[in-house]
């Protein structure tokens, strides 16, 4: 296993057009994480996955940001009609579970720039 | 809310020196911290994971420790090297959420 992978490494859009990120999990990770990074800021989080259901989302995430994780697997950020304040890198994670034991495994990232 | 604040913002040390990197938590009901790294527009990659119950971990050249009664983590970097050179951020896991609170990271520089 390689890790988390999220693609594409980097996106340039233009301001009010659609974008889709996607994000491969540690395949026995059934807990999957989206967090957004700006410039000098520490990560925040965005939505939480457990399997397929998405069990909670970040005031953060407007109505303009939807999360899907069909059959549990890989999971998809989307953003529509973007806006320049967007821009920033969006961070996918997972772990085996939540408690003491468990760590989170961060991809690298996608880093979008809306122009 | 558990806020985490990390000291200092920023580090330039030369190499050689050991050095401590701090992060500071409000809250002490946590299930465990994390040390990152974060090289320039990269991801972050894990280096120490403690758990509440532990008091440090130790990996190579790097330990923290936990005070959790305190709300404080220590990240000790030994001889450090210009490969250390990256921002280091700490985050917790509170108990009863699946959420991490990260603090805003400190950049290390470390000189030639």
């Known amino acids: 296993d390689t890790g988390v992978s999220q693609n594409p490494r980097h996106k340039i859009t233009k301001r009010g057009q659609n974008v889709t990120f996607r994000c491969d999990p540690i395949s026995e990770h059934n807990r999957l994480y989206w967090y957004r990074q700006t410039l000098g800021q520490g990560p925040e989080f965005l939505t939480y996955f457990q399997n397929e259901a998405q069990l909670e989302k970040s005031r953060l995430l407007s109505d303009r940001f939807s999360a899907e994780r069909p059959k549990g697997s890989f999971s998809t950020l989307e953003i529509q009609r973007t806006e320049q304040g967007d821009s920033a890198m969006y961070l996918c994670?997972?772990?085996?579970?939540?408690?003491?034991?468990?760590?989170?495994?961060f991809g690298s990232g996608t880093r979008l720039t809306v122009v | 809310k558990q806020e985490v604040t990390q000291i200092p913002a920023a580090l330039s040390v030369p190499e050689g020196e050991n050095l401590v990197l701090n992060c500071s938590f409000t809250?002490?009901?946590?299930?465990?911290l994390q040390w990152f790294r974060q090289d320039p527009g990269k991801g972050l990659t894990s280096l120490l994971l403690?758990?509440?119950?532990?008091r440090e971990q130790t990996s190579g050249r790097l330990n923290a420790s936990l005070d959790k009664s305190s709300g404080r983590s220590t990240l000790y970097i030994a001889a450090s090297q210009p490969g250390d050179s990256a921002t280091y951020l700490c985050a917790v896991s509170g108990a009863g959420s699946y959420q991490l609170t990260f603090g805003k990271g400190t950049k290390l520089s470390v000189i030639p």
């Open positions: 809250d002490s009901a946590i299930y465990n």
């Open positions: 994670a997972s772990s085996l579970g939540v408690g003491t034991n468990y760590g989170y495994t």
């Open positions: 403690i758990q509440s119950s532990q």
